[in-house]
C-alpha cells in the first residue's frame, strides 16, 4: 500500500456534562482526526486519544501534530510502499509518543482492511458479537450527585461502574455507592493520585468487594504497586503504567497487578494491544479495554478489541451517548448493557463529513 494523502484535523466536542478526575476537569474534547488515502483511493481512519494537555500522558494534540508532521510522517511517506504492520519498526527510533504512532498504524490498518474487505474485529481476532458495557464516572461535586448521576447510568442498564477516586473522595463515595446498589460490579480509578504510604488507606476500600484499583500510585512506580499490592486484597489494576508489551511482561513478573487496563493508543496502537492480550490470556490474567473519550472512530475500533476471549472483564467502551450529544459517526447505541461489535470492513464506522466539517478547527493536507 501507498500513501497518496494525508489530512490532519482538529476538532471540538463538548460533552453532555463536565468529567472530572484528578488530574482535570474536562468539558470538551479535543481531539486529532486523520484520513488516509493510499495510491488506489482506498481512506482510513483514525483519531488520536491524546488530550488538549499532557496531564494523562506527556502527549498532546498540539504536539502530535507536530510530530507527526515533522518526523512521523516523512518517514512513512519515504519508507514507499509500506503495511500497516510495518509502521510500528519504521517509527521505532523515535522515542514515545504511542498515541501519535497509534494513530497513523490505526489509519493505515483501517485502509488495508479495507483492501482486504475484513472487519478489524476479525482481523485482530474477536470472538464475541457483542460486549458488555462500563461507565466511568467522575469525580461528583457532592455525594447525592453522585448517586444521581450513577441511578442514570444503572438505569440506562451499565454493567459495571468505575468511581474516580482521589485523596478527600475515595471511602465515602464508595461506600455510598455500594451501600445503595450491593451487588453491581464496581471498581475505582485514582489517575496516580496517592503514594506509598497510602496502604492503610486504600486497604479501607476492601470492604466493598471491588473489581480493583485502577493506578493508585505514580505510573513510574512499578516497585510500589508490587508493595500496595501486598497491602491491600482488592486486585490492583494498572494503566498508565503499561505502555508496552514489555512494561506489561515487567509490572506482571513483578507482581505489581494481577489485571491490566489495555488502551490502545497508550501502548503504541492495536497491534501492541493484541499482544498484550495475548501474554495476558496465556498467563490467567484478565484484560478490559480502557477509554479515552473517543469519538465514533476510536470507539468502533475498542469495541472490536475488546471483543477479544481475554477481555472478560466489562471495558470503559460506554454509548456515545455517555459522552456526547452528537457523535461524528453512526452512534454506538447500547442494549441491554452490550454494544454490538462493528461486523463491516476496516474499523466498521466513518465519519459524518457534514457535522465534522461543522466542528473542525483545523485542517491541513499532505499530499505525497
Ligand atoms: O469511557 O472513554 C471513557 C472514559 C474512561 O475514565 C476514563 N478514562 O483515566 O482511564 C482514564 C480516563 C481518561 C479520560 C484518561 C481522558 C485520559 C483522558
Not at 494481577?258 to 490467567?284: F, S
Not at 460506554?318 to 452490550?338: C, K, L, N, W
Request: charged share 20%.
Amino acid at each position: 500500500m501507498k500513501i497518496a494523502e494525508l489530512e490532519l484535523r482538529t476538532i471540538n466536542l463538548p460533552l453532555v456534562r463536565p468529567f472530572r478526575t484528578s488530574f482535570g476537569t474536562q468539558t470538551a474534547r479535543e481531539v486529532l482526526i486523520l484520513k488516509v488515502t493510499t495510491s488506489d483511493g482506498i481512506v482510513g481512519w483514525s483519531e488520536c486519544v491524546a488530550m488538549s494537555e499532557p496531564l494523562y500522558s506527556p502527549e498532546y494534540v498540539a504536539g502530535s501534530l507536530d510530530l507527526m508532521r515533522r518526523f512521523l510522517i516523512p518517514t512513512l511517506l519515504q519508507a514507499g510502499d509500506i503495511s500497516a504492520e510495518s509502521v510500528a519498526p519504521l517509527l521505532a527510533p523515535f522515542l514515545g509518543s504511542p498515541m501519535a504512532k497509534a494513530t497513523l498504524e490505526t489509519a493505515l490498518l483501517d485502509a488495508q482492511l479495507h483492501i482486504e474487505k475484513r472487519s478489524l474485529a476479525d482481523f485482530l481476532g474477536a470472538n464475541k458479537t457483542k460486549i458488555p458495557c462500563g461507565v466511568s464516572v467522575g469525580i461528583a461535586p457532592n455525594i447525592p450527585q453522585l448517586i444521581e448521576e450513577v441511578s442514570g447510568y444503572i438505569a440506562d442498564g451499565y454493567k459495571r461502574i468505575k468511581l474516580k477516586i482521589e485523596p478527600g473522595w475515595d471511602i465515602d463515595p464508595v461506600a455510598e455507592v455500594r451501600k445503595n446498589w450491593p451487588d453491581i460490579p464496581l471498581q475505582v480509578d485514582a489517575n496516580q493520585a496517592y503514594s506509598r504510604s497510602d496502604g492503610e488507606l486504600l486497604s479501607k476500600l476492601d470492604q466493598f468487594e471491588l473489581l480493583l484499583i485502577e493506578q493508585p500510585l505514580d505510573e513510574h512506580d512499578i516497585l510500589g504497586h508490587a508493595l500496595l499490592a501486598k497491602q491491600v486484597q482488592t486486585p490492583i489494576c494498572l494503566d498508565e503504567s503499561i505502555t508496552s508489551l514489555r512494561s506489561a511482561e515487567d509490572a506482571l513478573a513483578l507482581k505489581a497487578t494481577t489485571v491490566i487496563n489495555i488502551k490502545p493508543g497508550r501502548v503504541g496502537g492495536y497491534l501492541e494491544a493484541v499482544k498484550i492480550h495475548d501474554l495476558c490470556l496465556n498467563e490467567g490474567i484478565p484484560v478490559w479495554c480502557g477509554g479515552m473519550l473517543e469519538t465514533g472512530i476510536g470507539r468502533a475500533a475498542n469495541v472490536a478489541l475488546a471483543a477479544l476471549p481475554g477481555f472478560t472483564l466489562p471495558g470503559d467502551t460506554s454509548a456515545s451517548s455517555r459522552f456526547y450529544h452528537q457523535d461524528i459517526t453512526d452512534p454506538f447505541v447500547m442494549e441491554d448493557g452490550y454494544l454490538v461489535v462493528p461486523q463491516t470492513v476496516g474499523i466498521g464506522r466513518v465519519p459524518h463529513l457534514e457535522f465534522l466539517d461543522s466542528i473542525t478547527s483545523h485542517k491541513e493536507t499532505i499530499r505525497v
